[in-house]
């Protein structure tokens, strides 16, 4: 079997476990702080607040802006339901944005036709580790007074012209999910650079009180009051040991990855029903997967269980949110539909090796004459 991904590991993970395991000091510790100030040195942000997962990233971002009942959030509509989930979870109503048939990602010539006198914030997603248009996005707010949240639960080490992806708005939300370019197996950062929005989300994912790291440091006894509701959102140290050890091997993945990336632009080529995935100038993509989109003639359903058959793990891009039927969603986002019906994400991880690529290019080419 070819897996679609395949995280990579080695020593440095079990050093860290176990460095966290023999401390005895193994939920929000000082293992989560490390990962923590590791993370915001990274990308160049003054924050970084690690919790359970990305959805909790978002969560949280929308909440420290202050989003509540009766506002609206734009939201690019090609991505993982939890992008509109989260904005539901604030009592808030998502409005689906169509996106750039090229890149996938929101498409910012159609971001002011949907800004009413609700509108609060938008919510970029920088698609499959692609950075979204940035500079209009951040103008369009400028203009309107909204604020940004960027969706970057695919694009930690992504770079839009000089800037990290999630760095560039008020706050950007990274995931490490198993298929992510690093992993922690669930996880997820929020990152900001101002410092009272940090504030208020480190606060609200412990349960609206000081962290027990925190609290370990005070010299009297000092019994929380809870007067909001937080959350119970606080990322473990067993957890963050992973992220430590994964995050020393995040630009070497990277690297490999735009590697194999190009290699399959180059298998692609002689396919005339495979449209590889088109890069913007000045970005780094990083490649959190590697999709193209295949020709309407072709049943793309059909294609994957074909390769499948033959040991080749491939799926769907992502989703079209404004057909799912938890948001009710009256909004028209043809280029989104379009890319959810075509869209096939190709085997891409650090370890795939080019005759990998090549049996699955001669694999596809026989699915296809069988399916016809």
Same mark, same amino acid.
Not at 95 to 111: C, E, G, H, P
Not at 152 to 167: I, R, V
Not at 319 to 332: L, M, T
């Given at each position: 079997?070819?897996?679609?991904?395949?995280? /990579?590991?080695?020593?440095?993970?079990? /050093?860290?476990?176990?460095?966290? @395991?023999?401390?005895?000091?193994?939920?929000?510790?000082?293992k989560v702080r490390e990962f923590e100030n590791k993370v915001a040195d990274y990308v160049g942000a003054k924050y970084a607040i690690a919790v359970t997962n990305c959805t909790a990233s978002l969560h949280l971002a929308l909440l420290s802006l202050g989003i509540s009942m009766g506002d609206e959030v734009l939201v690019a509509d090609y991505t993982f339901p939890a992008t509109g989930h989260s904005v539901l979870y604030c009592?808030?109503?998502?409005?689906?944005?169509?996106? &750039?048939? *090229?890149?996938? &990602? !929101?498409?910012?010539?159609?971001?002011?036709?949907?800004?009413?006198?609700? $509108?609060?914030a938008i919510i970029p997603v920088h698609t499959f580790g692609q950075p979204a248009d940035m500079d209009k996005i951040m103008k369009i707010a400028h203009d309107y007074n909204l604020k940004i949240v960027e969706d970057?639960?695919?694009?930690?080490?992504?770079?839009?012209?000089?800037?990290?992806?999630?760095?560039i708005g008020d706050i950007g939300? /990274? #995931?490490?999910?198993?298929?992510?370019?690093?992993?922690?197996?669930?996880?997820?950062?929020?990152?900001? #650079?101002?410092? $009272? @929005?940090?504030?208020?989300?480190r606060y609200l994912s412990v349960f609206g009180m000081k962290s027990a790291w925190d609290?370990?440091?005070? =010299?009297? @006894? #000092? !019994?929380?009051? +809870?007067?909001?509701?937080?959350? %119970?959102?606080?990322?473990?140290d067993i957890t963050a040991a992973i992220g430590v050890a994964q995050l020393k091997k995040i630009d070497m993945i990277i690297e490999r990855k735009k590697?194999?990336?190009?290699?399959? *632009?180059?298998?692609?080529?002689?396919?005339?029903? !495979?449209?590889?995935?088109?890069?913007?100038?000045?970005?780094?993509?990083?490649? =959190?997967?590697?999709?193209?989109? !295949?020709?309407? %003639?072709? %049943?793309?359903n059909k294609l994957i269980s074909k390769l499948m058959k033959h040991g080749i793990q491939t799926q769907i891009g992502t989703?079209?949110?404004?057909?799912?039927?938890?948001?009710? #969603?009256?909004?028209?986002c043809p280029n989104s539909l379009d890319i959810f019906n075509r869209s096939i994400a190709l085997p891409l991880y650090y370890e795939l090796k080019e005759e990998d690529i090549? +049996?699955?290019?001669?694999?596809?080419?026989?699915s296809v004459s069988e399916l016809k």
């Open positions: 079997m070819i897996p679609l991904c395949r995280p /990579y590991f080695d020593s440095e993970e079990l /050093y860290e476990i176990k460095e966290v @395991l023999d401390s005895g000091w193994v939920s929000q510790g000082p009592g808030a109503k998502p409005i689906f944005v169509d996106v &750039n048939l *090229d890149t996938y &990602n !929101i498409d910012s010539d159609k971001i002011e036709e949907k800004i009413t006198e609700r $509108t609060k970057a639960a695919c694009a930690l080490g992504a770079k839009y012209k000089t800037e990290h992806a999630g760095t939300c /990274y #995931s490490f999910h198993a298929r992510k370019g690093i992993t922690t197996g669930e996880g997820g950062m929020v990152v900001t #650079s101002d410092k $009272t @929005l940090a504030e208020e989300i609290r370990e440091k005070d =010299q009297i @006894l #000092s !019994i929380p009051e +809870f007067s909001d509701i937080g959350y %119970n959102y606080k990322m473990s590697k194999l990336a190009k290699y399959w *632009d180059e298998k692609l080529e002689d396919i005339d029903f !495979i449209t590889k995935p088109y890069v913007q100038k000045d970005v780094r993509h990083i490649y =959190q997967s590697y999709v193209a989109l !295949i020709d309407k %003639n072709v %049943n793309r989703y079209a949110s404004h057909i799912q039927p938890v948001y009710a #969603s009256q909004e028209k090549d +049996f699955v290019t001669k694999s596809i080419k026989i």
